[in-house]
Structures are given as structure tokens and as C-alpha cells.
Nanobody, 122 residues
Framework: QVQLVESGGGLVQAGGSLRLSCAAS????????MGWFRQAPGREREFVAL????????YYGDSEKGRFTISRDDAKNTVYLQMNSLKPEDTAVYYC???????????????WGQGTQVTVSS
């Protein structure tokens, strides 16, 4: 049974930082592209970042470039999202997801975590 468990969310002031983690089990982690998505109330789920299998490449949504960094530790079956210079508009539930093919669309991902809330106060 595949499980993705996010952690590290919370309340932070604008300009602050958070580091999200996603621990995976039940899959051959190193062969999956891992992605982060987020969903704010009343909005569709949107792509944040992805890291390809073996960490060979990364890709970010436009609003995250230069502020967020995705990384992975295949020995720990964990993917991370370092978020700096946070803005109130970053407030959302953040989800990690796993895909054999990768991409920026949620439909391309097979497995999903339960999400972790990030709230940025102004």
C-alpha cells in the first residue's frame, strides 16, 4: 500500500520560511517523479514544483521560481519543499504526489498525500 505523508506546515509571517517534507512508503521511490501541488480555498489545485527520478531535473511554477526549492533524499524516501520569502498568497493546503511520468498537471500523478496546511499571515 502506497502512502505519502506530508509534514512541516504551519503558520508563518510574511517573509518567513517553512520546509515541507513528504515521506513515501510502499513504492520504489527512486523511480518516481515527485511533485508538490497546493490548493487554496475556492481555487483549483495548482502545480508548485517537481523533481524527476534520481533528482536529475527540477521544475517550478512561475510564482515559486526563486523562492521555493524542491529536493529529494532517495535513501530516506523523502521529498522536501523549502519555501522562502513566503507571501500571504502562498496560503494553501500543500500536497505531495508521485508519478511514473511526471508533469505539471495533477492528472499525471498516481499517488497523493493527505496534505499539510500552510498559512502565511501579513
Amino acid at each position: 500500500q502506497v502512502q505519502l505523508v506530508e509534514s512541516g506546515g504551519g503558520l508563518v509571517q510574511a517573509g518567513g520560511s517553512l520546509r515541507l517534507s513528504c515521506a513515501a512508503s510502499g513504492l520504489t521511490f527512486s523511480t518516481y517523479t515527485m511533485g508538490w501541488f497546493r490548493q487554496a480555498p475556492g481555487r483549483e489545485r495548482e502545480f508548485v514544483a517537481l523533481i524527476s527520478w534520481y533528482g536529475s531535473s527540477t521544475y517550478y511554477g512561475d510564482s515559486e521560481k526563486g523562492r521555493f526549492t524542491i529536493s529529494r533524499d532517495d535513501a530516506k524516501n523523502t521529498v522536501y519543499l523549502q519555501m522562502n520569502s513566503l507571501k500571504p498568497e502562498d496560503t494553501a493546503v500543500y500536497y505531495c504526489a508521485a508519478s511514473r511520468n511526471g508533469g505539471i498537471y495533477s492528472r499525471e500523478y498516481t499517488y497523493w498525500g493527505q496534505g499539510t496546511q500552510v498559512t502565511v499571515s501579513s
